[in-house]
């Protein structure tokens, strides 16, 4: 898992069909300090968040699992919406 910052949406008409009712967002990674990083990746948000707000984003089949999409080509899936980040 990784904090993220959600930098935009991404609508796609036409989509592989475990996409379907899916909301996709960019998101860019952070450091724990929450600088930005300039590597990006698409998520698919799966508790509503938006642009601008930071997240927590799980990768590979725990994406999957989350997104409750076994079966879909998901890699990235937004569980979380950070409301503080604390450092030792």
Known sequence: M???KVTGTVVSTSKQEGLVGCKLLV????TPELKGTDE??????TVGA?????VIVAT???AR????????PV???IVGIV?????G
Not at 27 to 30: F, I, P, S
Not at 40 to 45: G, P, Q, Y
């Open 60 to 62: 590979g089949s725990s």
């Open 75 to 77: 890699d990235a899936a």
């Open 27 to 30: 998101v860019e990674r952070l």
């Open 50 to 54: 938006g642009v601008g707000v930071i």
């Open 40 to 45: 990006t990746a698409i998520a698919v948000d």
């Open 2 to 4: 990784y904090l993220g």
């Open 83 to 87: 409301d503080e980040v604390e450092l």
């Open 65 to 72: 699992q989350v997104a409750a999409k076994e079966r879909a």
